[in-house]
């Protein structure tokens, strides 16, 4: 399910629209029989057309700043040290980043309180993880003057924006509180928040391990690591073939995968799933999406298949902010489209829409909305196989590269049906949903 988000009401800062694509493990079918789904969501904020001031050792738009967390050179002039609480937190919190970024920890743990043992020992997780992860853009900036309280202590909400592997991927960003002890020469911390929206993040909670590939970074617990090679090398190649139908923009810099077992399952992100959801894709930014797995229900088999269909709502829906109420059958169709292109194979759910269609619940439409409250495991099959079946006919009869004008035109620009059809295909939408309907009848 897709929700439009109201503007927030400060300036800068937008809601966005997320769409949380879900897979689902039949429960009552072998392990290989997979169905997808879509899950309601939480809303997510995303800064939009602000430059951060240089922090972390990376300056706007995460070009290096070599001057940060380094000594200057011969002539080189001096900053004045700040005198303000506020231009005291900045600097502490630029010169964390730096230590983070050279993989100091001592540096980094250095701003924490000694009476805060606690955020110690999870400041130094973070910094672990993270370090798996390979940051390489690390910009944390306050937001409005810290607010000063009784006894020596001042909060401030923190602006943190990150990237893996490059600092100059499109950068994700969450917004986090932070408490400090302002009655020293310098602060300390004595609390650091996780994400205020889709928090807490898998890095912030969890000691997590990492492999890093040409195309992908997949991350999880040292419980599941030992899956990591060979979950890596599938995604790698679920990757190679997404790539292509990045045909709006550039792919991600890397795709990030999170491997989630029994406890981080329902912790990560805050995302609430129907018990047999295998795995989502979560928008963080406009371009930036995240996958997570359950790992009791997706194995190292089923990874190469899995991600094909992820990876294709990261390449299709990037930089998309609207939402999809009329567009599930075409956002989660084309995912299946890519899916089975790149498996080989015939499609592998005929005989879940034959129940589907058989079971009198279709009503004969190919626009299906997403699956409603409540729906059984057998319908959310059936209804995805018949989104696959219809994109797979347009592709048969128009072409792929009409196929995609028509996702472009109705799925990415809004465009109404009626309009995005005749532009795509000089036919009627009419024409073209009663052959695709003829097309699903024909398979049952």
């Known amino acids: 399910m ?24 039949l429960l009552l079918a072998p392990t290989a029989a997979l169905a997808y789904t879509a899950v309601r969501d939480e809303r997510v904020t995303i800064t939009a057309g602000r430059e951060l001031p240089s922090a972390g050792g990376y300056g706007a738009g995460g070009q290096a700043n070599p001057s940060v967390g380094r000594s200057p050179g011969p002539g080189a002039s001096r900053r004045p040290a700040p005198t303000t609480v506020d231009g005291k937190i900045r600097l502490a919190l630029e010169e964390q980043g730096a230590a983070l970024l050279a993989g100091d920890e001592d540096a980094f743990l250095t701003v924490v ?37 009784a006894g020596g202590t001042a909060t401030v909400t923190v602006l943190v924006k990150y990237c893996f592997v490059v600092p100059t991927c499109d950068p994700m960003s969450l917004e986090t509180t932070t408490r400090w002890n302002v009655s020293g020469r310098s602060p300390t911390l004595l609390e650091f928040g996780v994400a205020k929206n889709l928090g807490p993040r898998p890095w912030e909670v969890s000691e997590l391990r990492s492999a890093v590939g040409g195309r992908v970074v997949m991350s999880t617990t040292a419980r599941y690591a030992s899956r990591l090679p060979s979950m890596l090398a599938a995604a790698e190649k679920a990757a190679a073939l997404t790539d292509k139908f990045a045909r709006w923009g550039e792919p991600p810099a890397r795709y990030v995968v999170y491997l989630a077992g029994p406890d981080e399952w329902s912790a990560w992100y805050g995302i609430k799933q129907e018990p047999w959801v295998a795995g989502f894709a979560l928008p963080l930014t406009a371009t930036v999406t995240e996958i997570v797995l359950n790992a009791s229900r997706v194995d190292t088999r089923q990874t190469l298949d899995v991600l094909r269909h992820e990876f294709t709502h990261v390449v299709t829906l990037a930089g998309v902010d609207k939402a999809y109420e009329h567009t599930w059958w075409l956002v989660e169709g084309i995912a299946e489209y890519v899916r089975v292109k790149g498996s080989g194979k015939p499609f592998d759910g005929v005989g879940d829409v034959r129940t589907y269609v058989r079971s009198g619940h ?17 319908d959310v099959s059936g209804r995805y ?40 295909f000089g036919l009627s939408w009419d024409d073209v949903e009663a052959d695709c309907v003829r097309n699903v009848r024909g398979h049952v």
Not at 2 to 25: D, K, N
Not at 118 to 139: H, I, N, Y
């Open 2 to 25: 897709y929700r439009e988000q109201a503007p927030a009401p400060r300036g800068g800062t937008v809601f966005r629209v997320v769409m949380i694509a879900a897979l689902a493990v």
């Open 362 to 378: 279709w009503k004969g439409e190919i626009a299906m909305d997403d699956p409603p409250d409540g729906s059984s495991t057998a």
């Open 113 to 149: 309180d000694p009476s805060a043992a606690a955020l110690r020992e999870d400041l130094a997780r973070r910094f672990g993880s993270l370090r798996q992860l390979q940051v390489k853009l690390w910009q944390p900036v306050p937001e409005g003057r810290p607010k000063t309280e």
């Open 385 to 424: 196989g018949v989104a696959y079946l219809s994109l797979q006919r347009l592709a048969d009869r128009f072409g792929e590269d009409r196929l995609l004008d028509f996702f472009d035109y109705a799925a990415r620009q809004g465009l109404t049906l009626a309009d995005a059809a005749p532009k795509a």
